[in-house]
């Protein structure tokens, strides 16, 4: 039986996308030079912690760019204790297939989804963030097979708590020359997660975008903790001493390349409020300092900020605030990225 799907129109390839939106030469010691940043941090060549730090999603160009603007200067106050990629989010999964799902779908969010713009839209905001603030930034690996339209943009990716079991996740990952974040599920379960960087830092050989490929292994690909939620819908958190240490026994004794945890403080670990976000990190923080093993295991945090606290409904109409999770604005924000670098 034939798949019953409508073929709507045939989409730019990667390489077609790349020459009318290129990386140009006096940009690529930028990627070259933050890529480089981010191995030295992963490898324990750099003290310093990673801040991944931004909109729930990127909706809007134009008020993602304002919110980078404003990072900027507070990145490079910061940059001796932090190294700080703006999360620029622009896939965003559903748990049950409604509402919005991001930049790459819908490039106007009150508009029809139109992926052919969407793709275009991602790319050419990944590139002016490049271009005008000097931001190499994360984005979510949603679809594995998108990653070639911004392989030569991005800083790092996650593999989200929906995605993290899917094999095709797990064996693209094992072929990208960047930190790939492997969150742990929905439920909780460190094994699932464990078993994906086991499986992203391996070689394999598989298919990707039509072709026969082989990967060497991704030895920068390491632990992103979100919390929980119970089969009632109860969130629970996973960043408290106990569960960090729970987690480096099973994870040091893995034999993984570089072990590293990102701590997320929000989705299930904040309850998603995002209020809740600096009190997490200066609870992690707290464990770093009482256990020395713990403070070279936690590389950084995941932080939901936008330039308006809370969310509201696409078409809301308030400037820079989100229109998926919860966000802490930007006042609250720049607080908390003085505190972490004074405290660290």
Not at 118 to 128: D, E, Y
């Amino acid at each position: 039986m034939k798949m019953d799907l409508e073929f709507e129109r045939k989409l730019t390839i990667p390489m077609e996308t790349k020459q009318l939106y290129p990386v140009t030469p006096e940009l690529e010691p930028l990627v070259e030079a933050r890529a480089a940043a981010l191995r030295a941090l992963f490898e324990g060549r750099d003290s310093r912690r990673l801040l991944i730090v931004g909109p729930c999603s990127a909706d809007n160009a134009d008020s993602v760019m304002e919110y980078l603007t404003r990072l900027r200067p507070v990145a490079e106050r910061v940059q001796d204790k932090l190294f700080i990629v703006p999360r620029v989010f622009s896939n965003k999964p559903r748990t049950n297939g409604e509402g919005y799902m991001g930049l790459v779908h819908q490039p106007d969010a009150a508009g029809r989804p139109d992926p052919f713009k969407g793709i275009i839209a991602v790319r050419s905001l990944h590139l002016r963030a490049l271009r005008e603030t000097g931001f190499t930034c994360a984005d979510e690996l949603l679809y594995p097979e998108n990653h070639r339209y911004l392989d030569d943009l991005l800083a790092y990716v996650t593999v989200g708590a929906r995605s993290v079991e899917d094999q095709q996740h797990r064996l693209t990952a094992s072929g990208l020359g960047i930190p790939v974040g492997m969150k742990n599920p929905t439920s909780g379960d460190l094994s699932v997660m464990l078993h994906a960087i086991h499986a992203a830092q391996a070689g394999h050989s598989f298919i990707y975008r039509g072709w026969a490929v082989h990967s060497k292994g991704n030895p920068l690909a390491h632990a992103v903790i979100r919390g929980r939620r119970t089969e009632d819908g109860r969130s629970l958190p996973n960043y408290g001493y106990e569960a960090l240490r729970s987690l480096a026994d099973r994870y040091l004794a893995s034999g993984a390349q570089n072990p590293a945890v990102i701590v997320d403080a929000n989705h299930e670990n904040s309850g998603r409020d995002p209020f809740r976000q600096p009190d997490i990190l200066r609870d992690v923080l707290a464990s770093c300092r009482r256990d020395p093993e713990l403070g070279r295991l936690v590389k950084g945090f995941l932080v939901e900020s936008y330039l308006e606290d809370g969310c509201q409904p696409p078409g809301g109409g308030v400037w820079g605030r989100s229109i998926t999770d919860p966000c802490l604005g930007w006042e609250k924000t720049e607080r908390l990225i003085y505190e972490l670098a004074e405290a660290l």
